[in-house]
């Protein structure tokens, strides 16, 4: 068993998750998908890596309280 079997895209996270790719990078860059790793101009996420509750919904802001 391979790595591609155990690491995906953001393309493949944006697709799972059902988000853009940019929110995807943007989430990474911000450090908000764990054990996201940056190869060159490419981040690559665990597979099975849950969605990052997103910040910017009532409920997340919610939840900070």
């Known amino acids: 068993m391979g ?3 155990e690491l995906m895209t953001t393309m493949e996270a ?9 929110r995807v990078q943007i989430l990474c860059d911000n ?6 790793v940056r190869m060159g101009r ?6 099975g890596t849950p969605k990052p509750i997103d910040g910017r ?3 997340a802001k919610k939840s900070e309280q």
């Open 3 to 5: 790595l591609e079997n």
């Open 14 to 22: 944006a697709e799972l998750w059902g988000i853009s790719m940019r």
């Open 31 to 36: 450090g908000k998908v764990k054990g996201a």
């Open 42 to 47: 490419t981040w690559i996420i665990p597979k």
């Open 57 to 59: 919904t009532k409920a």
